[in-house]
């Protein structure tokens, strides 16, 4: 099979024809129809988080099952299946305490992921995240396979492996918005844009967007937002302030993958707000925060990883609204390439040419 194999950070993929491992028990080979490249595949691929090459990228995808290894329950052959960034195993101690955003299965590894094939040289090549989407084949646990039913084309329900997920439920999950409460949004990239819908699902009393990139912007309009914020020529923290009688906002979203961003979220808050955070500058980043804002001004930082979504029970939940319009990938998904062109998708996932680009296969 033709796989984007990172051999090392920073350089090229090098397009390669591996060998695909057998299942083991309790993994499967799915048919690769489409993965997204986003930002967090352009930190994978320079190195700003730690994944050790020869590796395949791709931390999120969709496909067609082909084959089931020993003791696999979950999913058949044939079935259409989402592969989000985060398994389910239901076992471990996140798991079974209600908590799968966390599971065992991918976090205990510490970033050092399976073996799934051999390279030319008959070197292993591992999986990143335990997903490894830039390749004809996966080799993944049925513990990350989602079984789907829709009509709609796999480019965009690839983005249920993360971007919707996260950004969505970033909004109903983590921050929990209530209707009439206010928002801000920091950044109008994929998971931004995810969000702003979201806000627009829970009825929010208004949703204000912070970007300094003017496409994004008009992007960030198009699909609702009643303020758009360029941060050079305002002060964003004094128009949200001024829109809601000098408190700040109830919700702030972060999702910028900056330290500054985070902390912009944080001063945009009222007292007892709650802000939701979902990026990272690298796998070291440390954010200062004002010590007052947290303790006597009760705010609750909260963490949005691949929006605390339970998959059983709110990918047909999320599936549905895409199908009904009530989520729309218009203005988000910003072309299609060809495994072949995936150093062209980086540089535009790094450039921001592109909100998000996905790598299409023939299927």
Same mark, same amino acid.
């Given at each position: ?53 020869? %590796? ?23 079935? @259409? ?9 239901? /076992? ?30 008959? $070197? ?54 209530? $209707? ?34 003017? %496409? ?24 949200? @302030? ?70 059983? @029970? ?5 599936? @549905? ?6 989520? %729309? ?6 072309? /299609? ?27």
């Amino acid at each position: 099979m033709t796989a984007a194999v990172l051999r090392e950070t920073g350089v090229p993929f090098s397009i390669e024809a591996v060998e695909m491992f057998d299942p083991a028990p309790g993994r499967v080979i799915v048919r690769t129809h489409a993965s997204p490249f986003c930002v967090t595949d352009v930190h994978n691929w320079s190195g700003a988080l730690a994944k050790i090459p020869p %590796t395949i990228l791709g931390h999120a995808s969709i496909g067609e099952v082909v084959e089931v290894g020993p003791s696999v329950t979950r999913v058949r052959v044939g079935q @259409r299946a989402v592969v989000p960034g985060t398994p389910e195993c239901g /076992t471990c101690y996140y798991c079974a305490i209600g908590e799968p955003w966390q599971c065992g299965e991918l976090f205990d590894l510490n970033g050092v992921y399976p073996d799934i094939a051999k390279g030319e040289d008959g $070197a292993p090549i591992s999986c990143a995240g335990n997903v490894g989407g830039y390749a004809e084949l996966m080799n993944v646990s049925q513990n990350q396979t989602f079984p789907i039913e829709s009509d709609l084309p796999s480019e965009v329900l690839s983005m249920l492996g993360c971007g919707i997920t996260t950004g969505v439920g970033a909004v109903v999950n983590v921050a929990q918005l209530q $209707a009439g409460e206010s928002v801000a949004i920091f950044g109008a990239g994929q998971l931004g844009l995810w969000m702003l819908q979201g806000a627009r699902l829970r009825d929010a009393a208004f949703v204000a967007v912070v970007e300094p990139d003017a %496409t994004r912007r008009v992007a960030a309009e198009r699909l609702g937002a009643d303020v758009v914020i360029d941060p050079a020529a305002e002060d964003h923290t004094e128009v949200l @302030r001024r829109l809601t009688d000098g408190r700040g906002v109830d919700v702030a979203l972060e999702a910028t993958n900056s330290v500054s961003g985070q902390r912009d979220a944080l001063l945009s808050s009222r007292r007892g707000g709650r802000i939701v955070v979902t990026g990272f500058e690298r796998g070291d980043s440390e954010v200062t925060l004002p010590q007052t804002f947290l303790t006597l001004q009760s705010r609750q930082v909260r963490s949005a990883q691949n929006g605390n979504v339970r998959m059983f @029970r709110d990918l047909e939940r999320f599936t @549905r609204l895409l199908e009904r319009g009530k989520l %729309t990938p218009e203005g988000i998904m910003t072309r /299609t390439y060809a495994v072949d062109e995936i150093d062209a998708a980086r540089d535009a996932a790094a450039s921001h040419d592109d909100i998000c680009g996905i790598i299409a296969f023939p299927h």
